[in-house]
């Protein structure tokens, strides 16, 4: 059983559309983290959270730390959000600080 | 400010050839770590560090050796290279202090084993 689950794997939206990717976790963590990586190119933060919510721009990000599960909002979705999301836990121990990452949700947003 | 800088971008070998990814950060972080990306799998850890001279082993470390002589370099070799470790591979690093912590990607490298 993978760490994170996300969900959907695959989302298309239309222009404009709310959106919403959501993450699971099974692991006790420092920290969660949602990434963007648009085809062929890097990985990129988008969010780092611990508790509460965050936002940047039309981008929003929610973290339930009782339920272990995490939101990724985005309003008023556009052709250039196409890309995948991925949702991963950083967990500290004397080992290292541990990333675990979710297979990605795959968004592509119609004009 | 370069960030994680990862070489080369695309390679292709034959079975059995080796080959170094190299990986720089100059961001002075402790905690380097590259990764494997397959298609329907996450990213999946194949060895990382948490300081000069110190390595372990992730998730999928056969076939791989790294070594972490400097704080800013992690190479990653490929000993023998076989088909299945045709992939796109992500070198990170990462800080941590309480409250905060944060990852920076490579821009990964596209490897083909042929």
């Known amino acids: 059983k993978n760490e994170v689950e996300q969900s959907p794997q695959n989302l298309t939206a239309q222009e404009g559309e709310f959106i919403t990717i959501n993450c699971s976790y099974s692991?006790?963590?420092?920290?969660l983290h949602w990434l963007q990586q648009h085809p062929g190119g890097g990985i990129v933060s988008l969010f780092m959270?611990?508790?509460g919510k965050k936002k940047h721009g039309r981008l929003i990000a929610t973290i339930n730390i009782q339920e272990k599960h995490s939101s990724l909002h985005i309003t008023a979705s556009h052709p250039r959000d196409s890309a995948v999301y991925i949702c991963?836990?950083?967990?500290?121990?004397?080992?290292?600080?541990?990333?675990?990452f979710g297979t990605g949700t795959s968004l592509t947003v119609i004009p | 400010n370069a960030g994680v800088t990862q070489t080369p971008k695309f390679q292709v070998l034959k079975t059995g050839q080796s080959m170094t990814l190299q990986c720089a950060q100059d961001?002075?972080?402790?905690?380097m770590s590259w990764y494997r990306q397959d298609p329907g799998m996450g990213l999946r850890l194949i060895h990382y560090?948490?300081?000069?001279?110190?390595?372990d082993q992730g998730e999928v470390p056969n076939g791989y050796n790294v070594s972490r002589s400097t704080t800013e370099d992690f190479p990653l070799r490929l000993l023998s290279a076989a088909p299945s470790q045709t992939s796109v591979y992500f070198c990170?690093?990462?800080?941590?202090?309480?409250?905060?912590?944060?990852?920076?990607f490579g821009q990964g490298t596209r490897l083909t084993v042929v």
């Open positions: 990170a690093s990462s800080y941590y202090i309480p409250g905060n912590t944060e990852a920076f």
């Open positions: 692991v006790g963590i420092s920290a």
């Open positions: 959270l611990s508790s």
């Open positions: 991963a836990v950083s967990k500290l121990s004397n080992t290292g600080n541990q990333f675990y």
């Open positions: 961001m002075n972080h402790e905690y």
């Open positions: 560090s948490v300081g000069a001279g110190i390595t």
